[in-house]
């Protein structure tokens, strides 16, 4: 079945990169998203990669995928304190681009 | 920059009664979505909506849920009698033709009491 599992907080100092985490099951995905969601908000897109990319980067994102091991990252270089959000990890299938979320890593920057 | 819009942003209702949360996707997209996320849980998929009418749908999305594009800008969701466990924070999505990037709303936070 579709599942995609996150870790559910990772704390760094402002300044420093965050590497966030996410591994999923199926292998029939075409894209993986990653959003964040501050406070309150709601769920604004950061970047996505299609399958067959092994990374992608967008100024401070950089988004790594090894589909051997359905694994993907998100790498935010210069943590800054209006990061601090839930970053959803998500899979899209080509068929119906309906997402399959993650629960969620809470990103918290300590100034 | 175009926006999807929900309404109400909160909506308080008592169990059994009927709930519409709209939403006004992006005009030109053709493919419209709900989600919806209990406190503290994932995001989870329930229905997708194209060429007026459902093209996939979750085990959630049972009898009691009911999706609607009653004119050219609006996209309902319809809860008939509506659960204690149907409080969630509801989000609407819509993407485009040919795009792979869905767009969500700031979503609708429904308690039912």
């Known amino acids: 079945g579709e599942d995609v599992e996150q870790s559910l907080f990772l704390s760094v100092r402002e300044g420093d990169s965050s590497v966030i985490n996410c591994t999923y099951t199926d292998s029939s995905s075409t894209y993986l998203y990653w959003y964040k969601q501050e406070p309150g908000a709601g769920l604004q897109l950061l970047t996505y990669i299609f399958s067959n990319m092994d990374m992608k980067q967008d100024q401070r994102l950089t988004v790594l995928l090894n589909k051997k091991d359905k694994h993907l990252s998100l790498r935010i270089a210069d943590t800054q304190t209006g990061d601090s959000a839930i970053y959803f990890c998500a899979e899209g299938m080509d068929s119906s681009y309906k997402l399959i979320f993650g629960s969620g890593t809470r990103l918290l920057v300590r100034p | 920059e175009p926006e999807v819009t929900q309404t109400p942003s909160h909506q308080v209702t008592q169990m059994g009664q009927e709930v519409i949360l709209r939403c006004v996707p992006i005009?030109?997209?053709?493919?419209f979505y709900w989600y919806r996320q209990i406190l503290g849980q994932k995001v989870e998929f329930l229905v997708s909506?194209?060429?007026?009418?459902?093209?996939?749908k979750s085990e959630i999305f049972d009898d009691q849920f009911s999706v609607e594009r009653p004119d050219g800008s609006n996209f309902t969701l319809k809860i008939r009698s509506t659960k204690l466990e149907d409080s969630a924070m509801y989000f609407c999505a819509s993407r485009g033709t040919g795009n792979t990037e869905a767009f969500f709303g700031q979503g609708t936070r429904l308690t039912v009491v």
């Open positions: 909506f194209y060429n007026n009418e459902i093209s996939e």
């Open positions: 005009s030109n997209h053709l493919y």
